[in-house]
T-cell receptor, first 116, second 117 residues
Framework: GAVVSQHPSWVICKSGTSVKIECRSLDFQATTMFWYRQFPKQSLMLMAT?????????EQGVEKDKFLINHASLTLSTLTVTSAHPEDSSFYIC????????????FGDGTRLSIL | AQKITQTQPGMFVQEKEAVTLDCTYD???????LFWYKQPSSGEMIFLIYQGSYDQQNATEGRYSLNFQKARKSANLVISASQLGDSAMYFC??????????????FGTGTQLKVEL
């Protein structure tokens, strides 16, 4: 069964709207979660590392004021795309790692964001 | 810096045959983890198999096995007895540190696999 839940699956909204995407770890605590972005037929690009109780660490070239990340609890990280524009349309996907040795990162089902 | 290279943009395989998806990597870290994920057209990322840099034996998970050749810096995925449901995009990924831990993943560009009747 799923270990990471992501919501919503699809978002279609007007330009200028802010959109919040949630990533939840199910039945385990995740001090670190990751947010990725994927354009059609391309690989996953890490946007930021979400750290519980502290500021997110953003990858080079990712605007922190544009992509707000909040990791207020050990099971929830949120990504808010502020004042979204058509170029922000993409597939956004989060991941978290199960605790324990040699555990991989598990991914949410992703969110397809379309800005009109 | 870490780098993952997948040189096969697309692969075809007949049902019930085995297929190898190539992955080479480059890193200066002494300890790292190697992962394979499957992404169907629906978009979710499904974890398939993991290999730690210090693991002596190649990892296996059901029909998936990882052909780890450390000296060549390759971590090829072998899928045996291919099924139609195996048709998907496959990504090779690497982490710093063997456990993968809280460390971020670097992904390859992926290989689109199509299984044919």
């Amino acid at each position: 069964g799923a270990v990471v839940s992501q919501h919503p699956s699809w978002v279609i909204c007007k330009s200028g709207t802010s959109v919040k995407i949630e990533c939840r770890s199910l039945d385990f605590q995740a001090t670190t979660m990751f947010w990725y972005r994927q354009f059609p037929k391309q690989s996953l690009m890490l946007m930021a590392t979400s750290n519980e109780g502290s500021k997110a660490t953003y990858e080079q070239g990712v605007e922190k004021d544009k992509f707000l990340i909040n990791h207020a609890s050990l099971t929830l990280s949120t990504l808010t795309v502020t004042s979204a524009h058509p170029e922000d349309s993409s597939f956004y996907i989060c991941s978290a790692r199960l605790p324990g040795h040699n555990q991989p990162q598990h991914f949410g089902d992703g969110t397809r964001l379309s800005i009109l | 810096a870490q780098k993952i290279t997948q040189t096969q943009p697309g692969m075809f395989v007949q049902e019930k045959e085995a297929v190898t998806l190539d992955c080479t990597y480059d890193t200066s870290d002494p300890s790292y983890g190697l992962f394979w994920y499957k992404q169907p057209s629906s978009g979710e990322m499904i974890f398939l198999i993991y290999q730690g840099s210090y693991d002596q034996q190649n990892a296996t998970e059901g029909r998936y096995s990882l052909n780890f050749q450390k000296a060549r810096k390759s971590a090829n995925l072998v899928i045996s007895a291919s099924q139609l449901g195996d048709s998907a995009m496959y990504f090779c990924a690497m982490s710093r540190g063997e456990t993968g831990g809280g460390n971020k993943l670097t992904f390859g560009t992926g290989t689109q696999l199509k299984v044919e009747l």
